[in-house]
Nanobody, 129 residues
Framework: QVQLAESGGGVVQAGGSLRLSCAASGRAFSNYAMGWFRQAPGKEREFVQAISPTGGTTYYAGSVTGRFTISRDNAKNTVFLQIDRLKPEDTGIYYC??????????????????????WGQGTQVTVSS
């Protein structure tokens, strides 16, 4: 079992930045790929970015290229999502998630919501215009 807890959300003006954190506890954090997803009001939860256990490889949705940066600190069992130049359409609940690392044979799995086994409760991000 892995327990995940997000923090760092809030209300911010368009153009600002936020750094979301996700603290993990339980089994060895460094065995897991970690992902960030978001859910806007009235919409499906969508993939944002993911990162391999060592942090050496990242996966991202094309819609957030250049403004979102995922990173992790395995010594602190924490994964981060830096969001810059925030837009009102970035408003939503941001979730972190974990899945066991399965290597590079089918990397699409790290972008798929259904492949993640553990989820946090989410942190609200609201961007005002």
């Amino acid at each position: 079992q892995v327990q995940l807890a997000e923090s760092g959300g809030g209300v911010v003006q368009a153009g600002g930045s936020l750094r979301l954190s996700c603290a993990a506890s339980g089994r060895a954090f460094s065995n897991y790929a970690m992902g960030w997803f978001r859910q806007a009001p009235g919409k499906e939860r969508e993939f944002v970015q993911a990162i391999s256990p060592t942090g050496g490889t990242t996966y991202y949705a094309g819609s957030v290229t250049g403004r979102f940066t995922i990173s992790r600190d395995n010594a602190k069992n924490t994964v981060f999502l830096q969001i810059d130049r925030l837009k009102p359409e970035d408003t939503g609940i941001y979730y972190c998630a974990a899945q066991g690392w399965m290597g590079f044979s089918n990397t699409a799995r790290y972008t798929q919501r259904s492949e993640y086994d553990y989820w946090g409760q989410g942190t609200q991000v609201t961007v005002s215009s």
